[in-house]
DNA sequence: GAATATATTTTCATCTCACGACATTTTTAC
DNA sequence: GTAAAAATGTCGTGAGATGAAAATATATTC
């Protein structure tokens, strides 16, 4: 027997009603999904109801045949919103110690406790000096509202204008700087 | 025996070596978080080196440890940086037939093949007319760029005026609406 | 409406493979 | 060098994943 609190814990997955929705979407039956698998329709019967629990090569057939990674089972869900006022944002603190500080951020989605994001409000004044090179998370995405921004991910640095976007892969180190002669603000999001 | 090519496939997530560096961060050995988890120092050192595939259950138990979700060993890597200009947006296709279309999409992260987030440009037009309840993904940030709009999320429904921000769970049913007179652009950010 | 087809769930038996107990090897400490 | 600790190897067991086939439910056709 499997245990309860485990069972129960995994169940919050939801990893069938995942599948489910998988399938559904691309109007498969039981039986088209088992062919596609090589699994029976009636396992996959008991895992979309969540009566037993695939093992990983097993959900990763599942995978495969969807064109989905497995990481697409296991995102925690919790249902909520959180609106911010423009005039109300959180300051955040500033991370340095005694420095002018360069930018400052506002969060846009403090009150989210399971949050898949974290989205800033970033503004950067002061002299043009790069933030320190910091790396985090997962993936991280830029716009520009106003100004001018160079962001360095690497060692490759781009100048972004109003408008202009990036996304790359935060785990690598990567910095920001002010370019042009005003401040700039830009939304920062970025993945845990 | 596992087919080989799925066993193949399920290395590149390297969940062992994952496990390996969560336990060497907090400096424990094999018996330490044997005894943490409940399970043997032997199959531990297997798991950690791709013998053999934890089941959910077991893995669960060494999430748990760590204070670690489950979803920390599937994510994949792909270290990459997608830079898009203000004038070369990719415009998305509209989704819906042969009605007039409330909004348009610009995707901000178009080259990104392994990505995290999706990012849009947005712009409602026309009538005020609320976008069809959709529901994707696992979350949604979005941020009132100009104008006014209205989001509704599983019936909640919130007006957002220009650097608002909003951040709400897309599993549950949702919609935009264009609210006030004129048009209204927004940076919309999803996760898969 | 019955009849046919299709899709899903239940039952039940099988058998793989995760898992632990213990032995062995490797590493670290001193 | 030896002793202690940590990691890996070996092997047997059984929980539980998996499939075959039957039973039930749902949809479709005449």
Redesign the interface.
């Known amino acids: 027997m499997?245990?309860d609190t485990?069972?129960d814990?995994?169940e919050r997955?939801r990893?069938g009603p995942r599948i489910k929705a998988l399938r559904l979407k691309k109007k498969m039956g039981l039986v088209q999904l088992g062919a596609h698998t090589g699994l029976s329709s009636a396992m996959l019967s008991k895992i979309e109801r969540g009566q037993l629990?695939?093992?990983?090569?097993t959900l990763?057939?599942i995978a495969?045949v969807f064109g989905v990674?497995?990481?697409?089972?296991?995102?925690?869900?919790?249902?909520?919103?959180?609106?911010?006022?423009?005039?109300q944002r959180l300051r955040l603190p500033v991370p340095a110690g005694g420095e002018i500080p360069a930018y400052s951020f506002e969060s846009?989605?403090y009150p989210?406790a399971d949050?898949?994001?974290d989205?800033y409000?970033a503004e950067f004044t002061g002299p043009a000096n790069p933030s320190k090179p910091h790396q985090h998370g997962?993936?991280e995405?830029i716009?520009v509202?106003s100004g001018r921004l160079n962001v360095n991910?690497?060692g490759?640095e781009?100048s972004?204008?109003?408008?202009?976007?990036?996304?790359?892969?935060s785990?690598?180190p990567h910095s920001y700087c002010r370019g042009g002669i005003g401040n700039c603000s830009a939304?920062v999001?970025t993945?845990p």
């Open positions: 499997l245990s485990l069972t814990e995994l997955y990893i629990f695939p093992t990983l090569p990763l057939r495969l990674d497995l990481d697409h089972f296991f995102s925690k869900e919790g249902p909520r919103m959180a609106v911010t006022r423009k005039g846009l989605d989210i949050r898949r994001m989205a409000f997962s993936a995405f716009y509202l991910v690497d490759e781009v972004l204008e109003v408008g202009d976007a990036v996304y790359f892969d785990n690598v939304i999001v993945t």
